[in-house]
C-alpha cells in the first residue's frame, strides 16, 4: 500500500485501542467518542480483509494478526513520537540574515567577498535581495541594506553607516588597447571607444579634471547599471570609468588595467538599517563585517 493511502487516524485509533486493551480508554486518550475509536477499527478491519480484535460483552481482546500489527505499530509510533520531541527540543544552530543590495554591489562587491564572511561565521546564512529600491525594514523583509547616494544623506527613520566612497579611474582591457593601440596621453583617450554609465556626465566631469576639452566624449553605449558597465570593458568593448573598489579583483588579476590621472570621487556607498542597536546578533555580525571589510581604501 502506497504511503498517500495509509489509513493513519485508523491505525491510530487501533493502537491505542490495542495497547490499552480498551475502547473506552482509547477514546479518552484520542479526544474522541467510543463510537468513532469503533467506526475507524471497523473500517480498518474492513480494508484488511481480516479480524483485529474479538469481542466479547465489555471487552476487547486482540486476534493474532491484530497482534503482529500491534507490535509494529506501537514502536512505530514511539520513534514518531521522540523523533518529534527531539526535534522540538533542539535549537536552530544556523541564523539566516537577510539583506537589499543594489545589483552592481551585489553582482561587483559583495559576491567575491562573501567567501570570507561564510568562512568566519560558517553558522549564518546570507540571504541577497538585489535590489535598488528603498527598504521599509518592516516584516520579514530586509533587516540591512547597501545603497549608493551620490553624497551623504539620510534616508527616512532609516540609519546610515559610509561603507566606502567611490573612487572612479578610467580603465580598458588589454585586449582592447592590443588591438587600439596604447594611449599616450589622456587626450588620445577619445581615439578610443567609450562605455558611459547612465549618462555622458561623468567622462565630461573627468576630461575637465584632466584639463581637456569636452570634444568627442558624445558618444559610445550607455548602460544604467555599474556592473554592466564594468563587464563591456572587460570584454574590450571600450574604455570605462569605473569604481576602482568594485573593479579591484579585475585590476589586481591583470584583466583590465587603469589609463592616466585623475581619480574622481563619485557618491558613495553606505549601509543602512533602521536601527542598528537592535538588530539580531547575527545581523549585527554582518553590519560589523561590512564595515570592516568595505572601509580599506582601494
Same mark, same amino acid.
Given at each position: 500500500?502506497?504511503?498517500?493511502r495509509?489509513?493513519?487516524?485508523a #491505525? ?21 467518542? %467510543? *463510537?468513532?475509536?469503533? &467506526? ?6 474492513? %480494508?484488511?480483509? =481480516? ?9 476487547? =481482546? !486482540?486476534t493474532?494478526?491484530? &497482534? ?5 505499530? @506501537? ?8 523523533? @518529534?520531541?527531539? *526535534? ?9 540574515? &537577510?539583506?537589499? @543590495? ?11 567577498a ?19 529600491? #528603498? ?11 547597501? /545603497?549608493? $547616494? ?6 527616512? =527613520?532609516?540609519? *546610515? &553607516? ?9 580603465? $580598458?582591457a588589454?585586449?582592447?588597447? $592590443? ?7 589622456? $587626450?588620445? !583617450?577619445?581615439? #578610443?571607444?567609450?562605455?558611459?554609465? +547612465?549618462? /555622458?556626465? !561623468?567622462? =565630461? /566631469?573627468?576630461?575637465? *579634471? ?28 571600450? @574604455? ?8 579591484? +579583483? ?8 587603469? #589609463? ?8 558613495a ?7 542598528? %542597536?537592535?538588530?539580531a546578533?547575527?545581523?549585527? %555580525? ?13
Amino acid at each position: 500500500m502506497k504511503r498517500g493511502r495509509l489509513p493513519l487516524t485508523a #491505525l491510530r485509533s487501533f493502537e491505542a485501542a490495542g495497547r490499552l486493551e480498551s475502547i473506552t480508554l482509547a477514546a479518552e486518550e484520542l479526544f474522541v467518542s %467510543q *463510537a468513532a475509536v469503533s &467506526r475507524q477499527i471497523r473500517g480498518l478491519e474492513d %480494508q484488511l480483509g =481480516k479480524a483485529l480484535f474479538e469481542r466479547h460483552h465489555r471487552a476487547i =481482546k !486482540l486476534t493474532p494478526a491484530g &497482534r503482529d500489527l500491534l507490535d509494529v505499530l @506501537v514502536a512505530c509510533f514511539d520513534r514518531m513520537e521522540g523523533a @518529534v520531541q527531539a *526535534a522540538a527540543l533542539t535549537p536552530m544552530t544556523r541564523a539566516l540574515v &537577510r539583506i537589499s @543590495v543594489e545589483p552592481s554591489f551585489a553582482a561587483g562587491r559583495l559576491l567575491p567577498a562573501l567567501p570570507q564572511f561564510n568562512a568566519q561565521h560558517p553558522d549564518i546564512d546570507v540571504q541577497v535581495d538585489s535590489d535598488p529600491r #528603498l527598504v521599509s525594514f518592516r516584516g520579514n523583509g530586509p533587516v540591512l541594506a547597501v /545603497r549608493y $547616494a551620490p553624497a551623504a544623506r539620510n534616508w527616512p =527613520k532609516t540609519q *546610515a &553607516r559610509l561603507l566606502y566612497e567611490c573612487e572612479m579611474a578610467v580603465v $580598458a582591457a588589454p585586449s582592447l588597447l $592590443a588591438e587600439q593601440g596604447m594611449p599616450r596621453e589622456p $587626450a588620445e !583617450l577619445l581615439d #578610443l571607444p567609450l562605455v558611459h554609465e +547612465e549618462n /555622458r556626465d !561623468l567622462w =565630461k /566631469r573627468w576630461l575637465a *579634471a584632466a584639463g581637456l576639452p569636452d570634444t568627442g566624449s558624445e558618444r559610445g553605449p550607455i548602460f544604467d547599471d555599474a556592473a554592466l558597465v564594468l563587464q563591456s570593458a572587460l570584454r574590450g568593448q571600450g @574604455v570605462a570609468i569605473v569604481d576602482l573598489t568594485m573593479a579591484r +579583483e579585475d585590476l589586481l588579476t591583470g584583466r583590465i588595467v587603469r #589609463l592616466f590621472e585623475p581619480v574622481l570621487v563619485h557618491g558613495a556607498y553606505f549601509l543602512v538599517a533602521g536601527d542598528f %542597536q537592535r538588530l539580531a546578533p547575527a545581523a549585527r %555580525q554582518l553590519a560589523d563585517w561590512l564595515s570592516t571589510a568595505f572601509a580599506a581604501s582601494p
